[in-house]
């Protein structure tokens, strides 16, 4: 009852924050719309109780390739209730990607592999692969709840076992996973995963753990199935289908034979073989449990996913779901050609890669390519913010600049955010540090967003003449101070996600020209920038703070406690992450402390947690741990382009890292009319 | 009578003019190509004055100025003549959130020579902050935009004009080193003969066959991302010199096969002139008008080349402004459809590949004075 009634105080407080944002210009614009989402029926005695298919699964029924619906159906059923109407069957959903490196783009479309999910604001959770869960009052066991009869998309069915085998099998095995997820790990100690019955499973820890189900619903390392399991050849995740894998695990298959076929196949060891085998992108073998499966990889021109015909969940006439048969993601060259088709009316739905700059041309061109346009607005603190590495590991006179709170405020005062604000987010975003919105619990109040994150450039070159850096050179530039040369910052800019980021980044070098600063912008492809990022060989990235709106769920983006994550200091996140066991301990106490109450939060009940979370944020801003520039905005996935032919798709839809955008507009009830 | 005389006269003054005469006097006549030097010797002064001739700072970002569209300069005002621009006021548009600009009248900016501005080094000697054009008292994120303004409001008169500097020079650096290659080996080739010609020829054949844009592009992905502007720039120099020398090898080869039996060859020969005398005083000056018309026509190429690479983001990269660059910004959608004027970086791209073409070509005709 108390999360439901938070859960409307945020939606009242989203739509203030609109207008207190953007002078009511948003709202005048008619590009913003309620929030909404389908709701889920959950009381039994009002389950449909016939079923339909799609036809082209009919098909394969009448042709015996399928069982009939029915069978194919799980006993606890998830029942959606369309949001504007029942749907019809068929249609392909046409949307852009980037290449390779762009997997979480249909890793969110699978999101219905999710033990359990959020509710469009955000804060509640909702049953998804699991039918429900409970925490124990002291907190140290959350059992959850399982559907009866889930089948994987084979066929076979998915039960405790699944869970049972990923975790004793998969997840303690060294070669698929090098280091435990922080998630199932509280105090140094792990967790213990109980089998109850056949569709019943428990989590056990040492200590209490209350924020454990908001972990297993956001987009964390454990909250998922086989989306996890790509990152960076790494098999995280919470389940996995057993039937399947188990052969090509040295515990089932003699290891020689296992090398055998892995050489083969084009790899070197067994575990190479494994992970492409659980990896869903690539292999199409593998059973899945979401709404679409993958019957083209991402390495192809065209990734396509077709309709999973196991798929648990039917829409309140019975139908089973989804309601579109595929999802057809074509590849384009870099963002610019996603934002080219999208404004040619290509895609059907895309939020991703779209450009708020380019606003004007999107509005112009909804009639004649016949698409509308949203505007969905962000609850994080920046769309943009410059993460300096402290660990950079090639060059010590800037990682020891990069470890000192006072450089990276002299940088911070040295950007002038009303810029960036006018020139990348037409003046709708606001200028600040990475603190979220102040309507959510976890923010530490109005002036945190100001704070060392306004455009100061004499006290940015105080405080530059404060760590050393007096020599200039003839040009005005500083110079280091372990040689005569000239300081040269690289700022690094993965090709993603936003696609003025390099635009941004040569702004922020005009900038840093009055206080005496060099930088180079470097364009990198986003896995090979990330890859760099994970082994400290970045000093600087542009990157986004999306997700931290929810800090426990997503604290990558806020600390560095996430060593698949890439962009903060990757030793200190190692460190934090094996618990002092590998990487670095941060040097700066402020850090240490930080992590300290990251950690001791886990055990809090809610309103608790808050308050530490605000403690966290006033140490990142304090810190600079993280630069902000420009948030609260509908810049980052939150202009959505969506074909005039496609229903129930809402007005407005949660664009939190934790929601899955799109996930979050259960892109299962959309039908084309 | 009188005609004959000064048939006469004219053929004696033809006998006695030198060969740079001659030369000059047949250039004289391709009016194009003429008028193609004139060009060239502009599109250099530009280069050489580059910081002069651009009124605003090219890397100077201003997010309040972003994409205003070209502006003209008024002549006239009610006091005679005062060349002046409108200060500009950008409102946002509330249904496309489009700027939109709308010259003040009440804000009046007049355009002077030899006004203030940003400071330069000249020629990388003394610091002054002169340009030969400007506005005068105007505030910050005021100025004159001949060609309008980028994304993050640069001026691209500015850029375009500073761009000039680099996209030129590094074709003249790259043509110089392809004719040091290209007159060493073709020398060496045409010179010697033999085995040394045929395998110097193989490798300008396979050279040739590869196509030009895989090679580079290749090339260019292995320069090391740790490397400078400035040593970016010099690879790639070198990288497009690498095909450029070929050319200008056959040429020399050419000439030399064809020199080798020329009579005043032979009797330098058999006065006991030494080779390399007879390389350099006899040959080379002979055939030093064919180089030259070869080294303008690989020009154009060089700069293209450049401009191609720097285009499909293989070449230089921000802060180095070149032409190539500008168009990379040009690239995208907006600009295409709500600023077109960036387009205009391809304008001088085709006045100076022109223009050394035309100027390449009355130099070929004019080279041989006799034919």
Redesign the interface.
Known sequence: MRRREFGIAVLAGWAGAAVAQTGGELQGSGLVGTLESPALITDPTRFPQQFQEAPMLAEQVRAGRLPPVAQRLPQDLMVIQPLRGVGKYGGTWRRGFIGPGDSENGNRLMSADKPLFFDETGTKILPCLARGFEVSEDGRRTTLHLRRGLRWSDGTPCTADDWIFWFEEIYTNKDLVPAPAAELTLKGKPARLVKLDEYSIAFEFDDPYFLFPYLLAGDTLIGGGHTRQQIEGRAYGIYAPKHYLQRFLPSHTPVDALTAEARAAGFSTWAQLFLFKCDWRLNRELPTLAAWRMVQPINTQQWVLERNPYYYAVDSAGNQLPYIDRIQMGLAENPEVVNLRAIAGEYDYQERFIDLGKLPLLVENQQRSKYKLHLDLGFNGADSVLFPNPCYTDDREIAALLGQANFRRALSLGIDREQLNEAFWLGLGTPGSVVPAEILPESPGKEWRTRWSMHDPAHANRLLDGVGLTRKDREGYRLRRDNSQRLRLEITVAQTLSPTWPQQSEMIVQHWRQIGIAADVKVQERSLALTRGRSDQIQIIIWTNNGTESLYLYPRYALPVDPTAGVMGNAYALWFASNGARGTEPPEPEMRRAHALLRDAAGQREAERHRTAQEIWKLAVEQQWGIGLVGLSPAFMGVRVVSDRLENVPGRTGISQHIRTPWGAHPEQWYFR | MSEAVLDHAASERYAQATQLQLTWWRFRKHKLAVASLVVIILFYLVAIFADALAPNDP??????R?FIPPQGIHLFDDSGFNPHVYGLRGV????????AYAPDPARKLPVRLFANGYSYDLFGLFETDIHLFGVVGGNRGEGIFLLGTD???RDLFSRLVVATRVSLFIGLAGVTLSLLLGVLLGGISGLYGGWVDTLIQRVIEVLRSIPTIPLWMGLAAALP?TW??TQIYLAITIIISLIGWTELARVVRGRFLSLREEDFVVAAELAGASQLRIIFRHMLPSFASHVIAAVSLALPAMIVSETSLSFL?LGL???AVSWGILLQDA????VL??APWLLAAAVPVILAILAFNFLGDGLRDAADPYG
């Open positions: 890397h100077a970002t201003d997010a309040r972003s946002r548009d509330p249904r496309t959130f489009k700027l994304q993050l409001g991302n400078s502007v983001g990269r921000p802060p690239q995208n959608i907006q459809a709500g």
